[in-house]
């Protein structure tokens, strides 16, 4: 198979050649003033001539745009330098090499600190304008791999995080404080080799989720896992505080895989409200394949979803669950101010079905009306991760704006979309100096005093 025939290395995922740094960007529309910050986005890029055995091994791109007072100021995009993009291995003979990572997952800010992220590494720290610090552990205090999915407690500025290991302890919970010291770290009981890639934070609660995806010995794309009836599927419930891990409670679910939560709350009987897109076996088949460019693929990284809503009732000890949606979407988000409390919207990203029927567009549920409105992006063109920011002042939940990057195909080109997260109406589009990489997650990251919340 040559480099080309890998998905993931071709249209809209084509790799970045270079790094750039462009500045005093074109702007279409009127960009809200208060869009003061910086839109951060990871992606797997490998260097030219590489092709990764996974879609997920391809070396971490961060782009990055800077708003200032309705200028679009610069454009950059840097590769997150660690050892593995020069070629150091994962596995060595003593173990892991925890700073051996892609760092192509994610890219958040926690105290002021911006931390490209991967599941199976340390954080890698960047500076403001993307140029590599170096592995970040904590002070010291992490001495596993950190999710990439850590959680930003809105009330208490905690950052909520776990790793996920193939061996035991199979799950180790950790808290940072707002200034960013890990000031709790526990493993959790009854933990198994499941994938876990996300998971959700409650006011009162952490839950984690474990599917059907896990790890595989066998599996040699690089990433050892793989779909297994066997495994079963599962929700754990754990206290927050110090002594919540001992008292985690895990609840069977229908077989299946989430990779992305939307959001979990308490709702006004106490019980646990998860929302997220999941797959079934062949779903997760699908997506597998075009991960790995393997045949039998899907014709998208997604090809199929269906979200999820879970009701944990922890007096009696029931798990309620529903299929609530069936559009292929994934890349979840929200109004992150409603993070761990009950929210009405939630937005996502969706995908072309199997016949090609739907194509890319940004998504907005209203989870009272139950109405789901898709804001189709344009031919050939893609969305990336919709990242909410809130208006400045706002009190309704839907008052902001969603910031995209879209990869367009036709032009050879990307924008910044922002659009009106209330109506999805388009706000303004900055225009990019290339075509950026259709990739994963992002983060909005408001310059200090701004009255705005992280992506
Ligand atoms: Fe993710």
Redesign the pocket.
Known sequence: MTATAKPYLTGHYAPVADELTATGLTVEGTLPPELTGRLVRNSHNPKPGITPTHWFKGSGMVHGIRLRDGRAEWYRNRWVHTPALDGAPYLTEHGPDLTASAAG??VIEHAGRLLALCEANLPFELTRELDTVGAYDFNGKLRTAMT??PKEDPVTGELHFFASSPFPPFLTYYVADAKGEIVHSAEVPGATASLK??FAVTRRHVVFVEGNVTFDPADHSGIPYGWSDEQPARIGVMPRGADGAGRVRWFSIEPGNM??VANAYEDGLGRIVLEGPTVDREGFRLSWNWWVGAPGRGSEPVSRSYTRRWVVDLVDGTVDEQIIDDLPVEFPTLNEEYLGAENRYRYAVSFPDEEGFGGYGVVKYDRITGARRIRPVGDARMPSEAVFVPAAGATGEDEGYLLTVVSDLKQDASQLLVLDAAGLDRIATVHLPHRVTAG??GSWIPDAGQDATRG
């Open positions: 997952t994610h990439a999915h890639h996300d990779l992305h994963l997650h």
